[in-house]
T-cell receptor, first 113, second 113 residues
């Protein structure tokens, strides 16, 4: 069974640009959540999507957005990039998102110059 | 406000020893407490989880102890091995929104051969 796949794995952007990250969940998983991981703040919840609807949202500015498609694949977008957005962005999937284990991908490492 | 606090920040243990990592939480609504293990270049992976209706859960060499009145829980790794060297995160969430995990800052465990 394939795990959670995130693309791209690495990317470099400059301030002011925007970026789109993609996540393919485990087959049969309908919930996709996104986390930002930085050395200073650790793992922080961005948002969760279930059946194409945003169900939960963390405390991030509106520059961070996401969506989910009918096949459960998800994308997140960060607009007007800032240096502080440099981080590892992790996607996690689960069957329902209501209970049980989250399965994480290996992440997309974003560097903003 | 950090809702989940881990201690110590780092830990060095000899092979065969016991590794103990502690976590304290503030939100009494939390009712799901997982521990995640992360190796360099990989996403976090669920190690073991507990709900507050039990005080202890054991899976192989890993044990979670839970103290509801103190709002604390801990991870014990028995017979620690060099392969256990990784970053460990405690987390907490509310049933019905398990994808919205609040993580501790993480602790780096090094097991010396």
């Amino acid at each position: 069974k394939a795990g959670v796949t995130q693309t791209p794995r690495y990317l470099i952007k400059t301030r002011g640009q925007q970026v789109t990250l993609s996540c393919s969940p485990i087959s049969g998983h309908r919930s996709v959540s996104w986390y930002q991981q930085t050395p200073g703040q650790g793992l922080q919840f961005l948002f969760e999507y279930f059946s194409e609807t945003q169900r939960n949202k963390g405390n991030f500015p509106g520059r961070f957005s996401g969506r989910q498609f009918s096949n459960s694949r998800s994308e997140m977008n960060v607009s007007t990039l800032e240096l502080g957005d440099s981080a590892l962005y992790l996607c996690a999937s689960s069957r329902t998102g209501s209970t049980g284990e989250l399965f994480f991908g290996e992440g997309s490492r974003l560097t903003v110059l | 406000q950090q809702q989940v606090k881990q201690s110590p920040q780092s830990l060095i243990v000899q092979k065969g020893g016991i590794s103990i990592i502690n976590c304290a939480y503030e939100n009494t609504a939390f009712d799901y407490f997982p521990w995640y293990q992360q190796f360099p270049g990989k996403g976090p992976a669920l190690l073991i989880a507990i709900r507050p209706d039990v005080s202890e859960k054991k899976e192989g060499r890993f044990t979670i102890s839970f103290n509801k009145s103190a709002k604390q829980f801990s991870l014990h790794i028995m017979d620690s091995q060099p392969g256990d060297s990784a970053t460990y995160f405690c987390a907490a969430s509310v049933t019905g929104a398990n994808s919205k995990l609040t993580f501790g800052k993480g602790i780096t465990l090094s097991v010396r051969p």
